[in-house]
């Protein structure tokens, strides 16, 4: 379980070095609570929005972080995600335990399929490629993305197409978002995002939460405004038991599970542990955010 806020504070008090979660939020708090001689922090993520950058960067304090090793866990779970989402695996497995499973019948538990499907990806960064190329053998016919800019040199691997977010949304049959949360992204896929959506195309979040504004997502989903959604992450992180969102058959809704294989944790860790210890020895991390 993460450190509690309280004894987060206590504890950091005159260290030299941080080793935190992304449920840890490293605001003025924390580091005035730690005080100058804080020289280095370590997150056990590839996300870095719990992280006051601005505040960390004016005290000269170095961030390492875990990119790149998490890349395949999570772009396994992100199709994972896609598929349970699309063809209402959840669903159906309810059903055979619940006694709603009878016969065959042509029409029931039918969902859609990814062949001859454009795919839409937000965010072409190391997980979005990832998706895309995992992606790419279940016979999608097109691939678009958006984000701050074109990416010929990655793009080129899937034929993916740069466009604009209202044009992604119209278009795709898919929606892939892989962005990182930063005060561009936020809340943008909204009611107007969702409205441009075609009825029978499927949303996925595998990014942070706070990119979707939930509320839309609901009206959405339960208007059939969009077929189906499936989410690794929301705001917030548990989400309540009665959020409306868990009462719909038509979402897909995981505990931030996008890197949790055995391997995958480990590693970052050992990153993570790694970072931290060439940080304080004031030698190059192996990955260290450049603020």
Known sequence: EPVPRA???AGVAGTRGLLCLLSDRID???????GPDLKVIST???????????????????VGYTPDVLTDATAELSV???LSACRRLPEAAEQVKSGGWTTWKPLWMCGYGLSDSTVGI???GRIGQAVARRLKPFGVRKFL???S???PESAAEFGAEFVPLTRLAEESDFVVVTCALTPATQG???KDFFGRMKKTSVFINTSRGAVVNQEDLYDALAQGQIAAAGLDVTTPEPLPTDHPLLSLKNCVILPHIGSATYATRNTMAVLAANNLLAGLRGEPMPHELKL
């Open 122 to 124: 937000i965010g072409l």
């Open 145 to 147: 993305y958006t984000g």
């Open 7 to 9: 004894e987060l504070l």
């Open 149 to 151: 800019g074109p990416k």
């Open 28 to 34: 003025r708090e924390v580091l005035d609570a730690a």
């Open 188 to 190: 943008m896929c909204n």
């Open 44 to 62: 056990l993520s590839v996300g870095f929005d719990h992280l006051d950058l601005e505040e960390i960067k004016k005290r000269g304090i170095r």
């Open 80 to 82: 994972a995600l896609l």
